[in-house]
């Protein structure tokens, strides 16, 4: 190995790191940097251009961690790979075409890691398991498997009546044999969702449903509402959309996910619309939403014919 240097090369930083903080994260990434090169069969970790953009590439998607990482942890990668570098007495040139290549397709793809704020069929399933079997833990795990199965957003999961849509309602829902059937009111219009039965009755959010209902004791109006301090009174009013947001971040804890980044004083991994995974999964798929032309009717033949709810994992 070369001796450590104090020299710079064109496009590494000059001078020492300012804390023993960034020294130490510039060693794990430089000892990050170094195992990758091990994996990929390649000599000891010299930062030639076609190396770093290839470990750029499979920091991106994954290859490189157990996860995606972020674009501002890349860049800290590639500023504690060019420190190291000076150190010792190595050439590392950020502009050069393969590295610069590879950062501007860095920047025109989406960032896998922030999409880890959106949940997934494990995640939620993690989260259900923390909930109490009570009235509450009815009603919440309803809202967990409809918002994820669906897609929606905190504003239209607590916005649905049940039945017909009131006025001062976001949407309103019905139930039948094959599943859920959702009317969502958009800026522009109405939308139909449908939401098909799962794989088994722990796991669908139809079923749920159907059973925050009955044990609530609902006619109609909102279907989601405020339960009192004894756990036995439901409220006729609806329940706000910051109860979403806790719900899923409160669960997300109990289930151990978001535990690391709480721990380091980082936010948490799932946001308060963390449940719209289930849209993105729709809008590739295609043809689980459908425009209405009015705000009552359209043919509703062939809406069930795909399961996206099993389709999720669920």
């Known amino acids: 190995?070369?001796?450590?240097?104090?020299?710079?090369?064109?496009?590494?930083?000059?001078?020492?790191?300012?804390?023993?903080?960034?020294?130490?994260?510039?060693?794990?990434?430089?000892?990050?940097?170094?195992?990758?090169?091990?994996?990929?069969?390649?000599?000891?970790?010299?930062?030639?251009?076609?190396?770093?953009?290839?470990?750029?590439?499979?920091?991106?998607?994954?290859?490189?961690?157990?996860?995606?990482?972020?674009?501002?942890?890349?860049?800290?990668?590639?500023?504690?790979?060019?420190?190291?570098?000076?150190?010792?007495?190595?050439?590392?040139?950020?502009?050069?075409?393969?590295?610069?290549?590879?950062?501007?397709?860095?920047?025109?793809?989406?960032?896998?890691?922030?999409?880890?704020?959106?949940?997934?069929?494990?995640?939620?399933?993690?989260?259900?398991?923390?909930?109490?079997?009570?009235?509450?833990?009815?009603?919440?795990?309803?809202?967990?498997?409809?918002?994820?199965?669906?897609?929606?957003?905190?504003?239209?999961?607590?916005?649905?009546?049940?039945?017909?849509a009131a006025a001062s309602s976001r949407g309103a829902v019905e139930i039948d044999g094959e599943g859920l059937r959702l009317r969502l009111r958009e800026a522009d219009g109405w939308l139909e969702a449908t939401v098909g039965r799962g794989s088994s009755e722990s796991t669908c959010p139809v079923a749920a449903v159907e059973r925050w209902i009955r044990f609530a004791r609902l006619g109609d109006g909102p279907l989601f509402r405020r339960i009192g301090r004894d756990g036995r009174t439901v409220a006729d009013a609806r329940l706000a959309d910051k109860h979403v947001a806790r719900l899923v971040r409160r669960a997300a804890l109990a289930a151990g996910l978001d535990a690391d980044r709480t721990r380091e004083g980082r936010a948490p991994i799932f946001g308060a619309d963390a449940l719209r995974a289930g849209r993105t999964f729709a809008t590739v798929a295609g043809a689980r939403r459908t425009r209405l032309l009015g705000s009552e009717g359209a043919d509703r033949r062939g809406h069930f014919l795909v399961n996206f709810t099993k389709a999720l994992g669920l």
């Not at 989260?127 to 409809?146: E, K, N, Q, V, Y």
Request: positive net charge; hydrophobic residues 40%.
């Open 1 to 164: 190995m070369p001796p450590l240097s104090s020299s710079t090369r064109r496009g590494e930083p000059t001078g020492k790191p300012h804390t023993a903080n960034t020294r130490l994260a510039y060693a794990k990434d430089w000892k990050h940097f170094s195992a990758w090169c091990r994996r990929s069969g390649r000599a000891a970790p010299a930062p030639d251009p076609q190396t770093i953009a290839l470990y750029i590439e499979a920091c991106a998607i994954g290859d490189a961690s157990s996860r995606p990482l972020s674009r501002a942890t890349i860049e800290r990668r590639l500023c504690a790979i060019a420190w190291n570098a000076a150190q010792r007495g190595q050439t590392f040139d950020r502009s050069s075409p393969a590295i610069a290549r590879a950062l501007a397709n860095l920047r025109r793809q989406p960032d896998l890691a922030r999409r880890r704020e959106a949940a997934d069929a494990a995640d939620i399933l993690a989260m259900l398991g923390t909930l109490p079997h009570d009235l509450r833990g009815l009603r919440d795990r309803a809202i967990l498997l409809l918002g994820f199965a669906a897609g929606l957003r905190r504003s239209q999961i607590v916005g649905l009546d049940i039945g017909r």
